[in-house]
Structures are given as structure tokens and as C-alpha cells.
Nanobody
Framework: QVQVVESGGGSVQAGGSLRLSCAAS????????MGWYRQAPGKQRELVAT???????TYADSVKGRFSISGDNLKNTVFLQMNSLKPEDTAVYYC???????????????????WGQGTQVTVSS
């Protein structure tokens, strides 16, 4: 199996910063990219930022210039530096593994969109 552990969420005042971390572990054979999505109460889950294995990044328009995603391919980890936080950034943030192949001990398993449990980010005004 693959484990995805997120950390770094919390509560902060508007204008503050937080840094989220996500580490994927297990017998991972291939991973095309990782990313962060968020879901606010009553809203659909939305993309925040992604990074490919090659380092290409994408950002939601709402976070461009404020958030920065980075990763460590060797450790299958991804980070999200969030600056100038706004109350509308309040949500549960989920780590996403894009195209994943892992060894379950019996065979190779290929999946897409493997999710972490989420970490709460609350920004107060």
C-alpha cells in the first residue's frame, strides 16, 4: 500500500503564512506528479497547485503570486508555501498523487488520483 501523510495545516490571521507538507511512502515505482487541492464547506474540491516529476508547475489563478509549490522527487514529497493568506483560502487541503504505480507485493498497481486525508487551513480576518 501507499501512505500519504500531510502536515502543516492550522489557523492563522489574514496576511499570515503556512507551509504544508505531504510525504508519500510505500513501494512506489513511478509517480508522475503531486499536487494540492482544497475544499471549502459547501464547495467542490478545486485545484490549488500541481508539480510534475520534471518540475513543471501549475497554479489556480486565485493563488498565483501568493502560493508556491515545490517537491523532492527522491523522497516523494511536496510542499506548499502559502503567503498572504486570505479568509477565502480557508478549506481542507488535500495532497494528490497524480499517476501512481506501486508494488503491492503481488503485482504492480497503477492508479490515478490517490488522495491524502486532508489538513485543515483556517484563515481569520
Amino acid at each position: 500500500q501507499v501512505q500519504v501523510v500531510e502536515s502543516g495545516g492550522g489557523s492563522v490571521q489574514a496576511g499570515g503564512s503556512l507551509r504544508l507538507s505531504c510525504a508519500a511512502s510505500g513501494r512506489i515505482l513511478n509517480l508522475s506528479g503531486m499536487g494540492w487541492y482544497r475544499q471549502a464547506p459547501g464547495k467542490q474540491r478545486e485545484l490549488v497547485a500541481t508539480i510534475t516529476y520534471g518540475g513543471a508547475t501549475t497554479y489556480a489563478d486565485s493563488v498565483k503570486g501568493r502560493f508556491s509549490i515545490s517537491g523532492d522527487n527522491l523522497k516523494n514529497t511536496v510542499f506548499l508555501q502559502m503567503n498572504s493568506l486570505k479568509p477565502e483560502d480557508t478549506a481542507v487541503y488535500y495532497c494528490n498523487l497524480d499517476r501512481l504505480t506501486y508494488d503491492n507485493g503481488n503485482s504492480y498497481i497503477a492508479l490515478r488520483d490517490y488522495w491524502g486525508q486532508g489538513t485543515q487551513v483556517t484563515v481569520s480576518s
